[in-house]
């Protein structure tokens, strides 16, 4: 009888084991905060964005909320605070974005709009005016190409001396993204993730050095290491979690610095879709700092929220977003090419 009753123990005890084994891959909720949450292992409350933009802010100083709907888990500030005006700053971005709600804001109809970015159009590009002497036509024409994201350039806008492209595809409940064109505008940039507030042309943080390499299409990489191995990744703010490429740790990684021309918005190939699922992921270490227990999920999975361009990319490049720095602060220090850690 004792036999059998250890027998049963033991059956419990490997059950168990299994249950809580860390490296078989959890699935991933379809419900956009839920899934934030399980790959951040934290809670976001949306309740709480608007306060934590408001508070206290100098033309340097800038208070970011986490807890942004639709954007949870990422900086988002007040660009604009006489038209509340939110943009998600955004290093994995290249360019300075605006999405139609800005316009909105701005109180202009779609007709106004167009009436206006039209008429500077023909003053100060005569050669792409000239081959559209109908308004009606040229508005057309240009609302085609930017769904295209062609000629973008033409609709700028400027806010506080920022300069930012429309973007026609995007409906975010955000207005807009500030990119690498924005920070790359200052000697250092700081993201103090402890108390929340991004600090322009900051002092040299106190931390951890990493020499970054700034590509031509203006990505910030560093090499980290997994189990001992040596990676490549981008350092992404517009990203709440973990993208590891796909296969990290063979020592195969491929990614090509100077080839970015199959990573466009606008690529529409296929790329391979893998289970909706996240894996656990220990012995990460960035500078001086190592990771364990972090949740990642590839790019490609089923139901991304990538665009396939981003998927391809980050199927050769990892991604590393804010999950690895909720309890730090960091600064791309611009002027010595470093990525300091804190």
């Known amino acids: 009888m004792k036999t059998k009753s250890l027998i049963v123990l033991c059956l419990i005890v490997i059950l168990f084991s299994c249950t809580q084994d860390r490296t078989s891959p959890d699935k991933i909720s379809y419900d956009g905060q839920e899934m934030t949450e399980q790959l951040t292992q934290r809670k976001f409350d949306s309740s709480k964005a608007v306060e934590e933009m408001t508070r206290e802010r100098t033309e340097t100083r800038i208070p970011f909320t986490m807890n942004y709907s639709e954007c949870l888990g990422k900086p988002v500030i007040e660009l604009d605070t006489d038209r509340h005006i939110y943009v998600m700053v955004d290093s994995g971005c290249t ?3 605006y999405f139609s709600s800005f ?22 590009e005569p ?20 769904e295209n994201y062609n000629l973008n350039y033409l609709a700028k806008v400027y806010i506080n001396n920022i300069s930012l492209r429309y973007d026609s595809v995007q ?15 200052y000697d250092r940039v700081t993201f103090d993730y402890i108390n929340n507030y991004m600090i322009l042309n900051d002092k040299k943080l106190d931390g951890t050095e990493i020499p970054f390499i700034q590509t031509d299409n203006s990505e910030i990489l560093i090499n980290f290491t ?17 993208t590891p490429r796909h296969n990290i740790g063979d ?27 996240m894996q656990t992921y220990d012995n990460i270490q960035i500078g001086g700092v190592t990771y ?4 990642g999920a590839y790019s490609t999975i089923e139901g991304s929220g990538f665009n396939k361009g981003a998927q391809l990319h980050m ?25 300091i850690i804190k």
Request: net charge negative.
């Open 292 to 295: 364990s227990n972090i949740k």
């Open 251 to 277: 020592g195969k990684q491929d990614y090509d610095i100077d080839d970015y021309s199959s990573y466009a918005l606008t690529y529409n190939d296929d790329v391979p879709v893998t289970p909706r699922i």
């Open 95 to 97: 360019r300075n974005w």
């Open 103 to 124: 316009i909105e804001k701005a109180n202009l109809s779609e007709d106004e709009f167009m009436r206006i970015i039209i008429q500077d159009i023909r003053k100060n």
């Open 127 to 146: 050669e792409i005016s000239n081959g559209h002497p109908s308004d009606e036509e040229f508005s057309t024409f240009l609302k085609n190409e930017w």
């Open 171 to 185: 409906k975010q409940s955000y207005d807009g993204v500030l990119g690498a064109d924005f920070l790359m505008a």
């Open 315 to 339: 199927m050769k490049l990892n991604n590393l977003g804010n999950v690895f720095f909720y309890d730090h602060i960091i600064q791309f220090d611009f002027v010595d090419k470093v990525f």
């Open 226 to 242: 997994y189990n001992g191995q040596q990676e490549l990744a981008m350092i992404d703010t517009g990203n709440y979690c973990f």
